[in-house]
């Protein structure tokens, strides 16, 4: 068996312990022999136990948990006047109570060791690491950011209220200005961790981002971003109720489903805020949410765009970053955009409703396996005393197909959530629908007809509030000049780098922005989806299906030949009309893996 890449030396873990809580030290994964990615390596347990008696900020090497305390019990990160909830402190001595469900409770979350890696540099064994880290000569690297150099002159620093990966956490208080004697906090992020291009690129786009972004309500505000030639200085509001994580192990890890509710309103909102800004966070957990004041009905803010990215609507992007219990499978597939943001709230979400979470392993491959392919326990306890549209909930969040899951908008217009007390904001899903429906053929608009009559109460309350929300000329139609009025007013400046690319002008009534803006794939996940599909195939055959020859379908869902032998299943011999399971695929589309078939 190979060295564990991540194994740590003494020395090594001394400096950790001191400066960085690194993931590097908590959880080891074996590298493999053959040198696979650690997508597909597995095992560990030995391993782990070893390195978790190397880690002296352990509070226990007993428990079989990776420890909720990457800092050291005596190195608490809560704020001040926060104790550490029972949950945390007991974690390690009583190891069995938490066997009674189904996966142990949630902990501090560690970021996917190659993207750490990747980032912050480090000495990957040969073949471990998936992509090349990108270490470059340290004095190759340019580590000047542009931002105000007099951070001493305007700012008092004072205690550690926080600390991670990248950087560490101060309160501070403004000198003079404006923020004269105003209480901060201030993230400060070490130049000589910046060991790589990439780290220094992503700490450029974290003040970008936090900058472009700052104004949510539910999202800390940025004041100034400074440095040195030591350090990088993020000025932000001071969040004093401390995390998100804390309070969840404060109650023991459950939350009564009016609790989760008003967190998840909160959560919902500011990522339905950002994805409409062409931002992606790609690091939401419970860490990187912080309450405002120590109070019940606190707000809550989110933190650390340190992985954040810039997306246009069409993009995927391809880097594996994130938190390992967060990650959603197509990030691991290397292929995602917002939709990733959305499993990780799913996480949450399952998390705060039983107490548990729901990809576990031992090994980060380990939960990597169990995001990919195991569902998400239901079954034992609370489950079967949670209420069905808030599993029905939790389910359209954790779908592994991420065409089928919910966008955070409709994840507020769901029935668990919907409520009048917070709106429903813009979904810039529908401008991708929009466009796409423009671009199909006559046929397939005509199927997307038939199954928006087919839609349910449920849907329409969505559509209805996207379609108020392009603010309809007087004769009841929108075009995209609505679109981008809409766009426009909800923009900030993040908006321009997403570059969205205008549509052409084209009016539509609620009745067809209905047929252009309903997704099949997310249809095809709601429980009543059969009935739906058999009552819009009634209106189908009552105005669109036709006769259609086997070469004209092939055309329409983009096929060759060798797809001909499926397609006569898919039309009726008795007129040579579509069938139900042809209009099935029509509105889905299709993909054949044919050397001879265009793919979809
Ligand atoms: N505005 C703030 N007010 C109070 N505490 C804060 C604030 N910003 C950050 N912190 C604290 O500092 C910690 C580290 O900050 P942050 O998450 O931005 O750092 P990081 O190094 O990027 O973390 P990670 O390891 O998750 O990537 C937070 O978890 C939080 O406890
Ligand atoms: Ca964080
Ligand atoms: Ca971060």
Redesign the pocket.
Known sequence: MGQCYGKVSQTQVNETATSHATTTVTEVVPADPGGQTPLQSSNGAVNYVQSVKNTPARSSSQSPWPSPYPYGVTAS?L?RGVSPSPARASRGSTPRRFFRRPFPPPSPAK?IKASLLKRLGGKPKEGTIPEDPGTEPEQALDKSFGYGKNFGAKYELGKE?????????CSARGKKGDLKDQPL?V?IISKAKMTTAISIEDVRREVKILKALSGHKHL?KFYDACEDANNVYIV?????G??LLDRILARGGRYTEEDAKAILVQILSVVSFCHLQGVVHR?L?P??F?FTSGGENADM?L??F??SDFIRPDERLNDIVG?AYYVAPEVLHRSYSMEADIWSIGVITYILLCGSRPFWARTESGIFRSVLRSDPNFDDMPWPSVSPEAKDFVKRLLNKDYRKRMTSVQALAHPWLRDDSHPIPLDILIYRLLKSYLHASPFKRAALKALSKALTEDELVYLRAQFRLLEPNRDGSVSLENFKMALAQNATEAMGESRMGLLAYRKMYFEEFCAAAVSTHQLEAVEGWEQIASAAFEHFEQEGNRVISIEELARELNVGPSAYSFLKDWIRISDGKLNLLGYKKILHGVTFRSSNTRHH
């Open positions: 990160p704020p970021h209220i926080g600390r991670g990966h990248f950087g560490h956490t906090a993230k800390v932000m509001e001071l969040c004093e401390g995390e690091d957990k860490e990187n912080l803010k933190i650390d340190g992985l938190s």
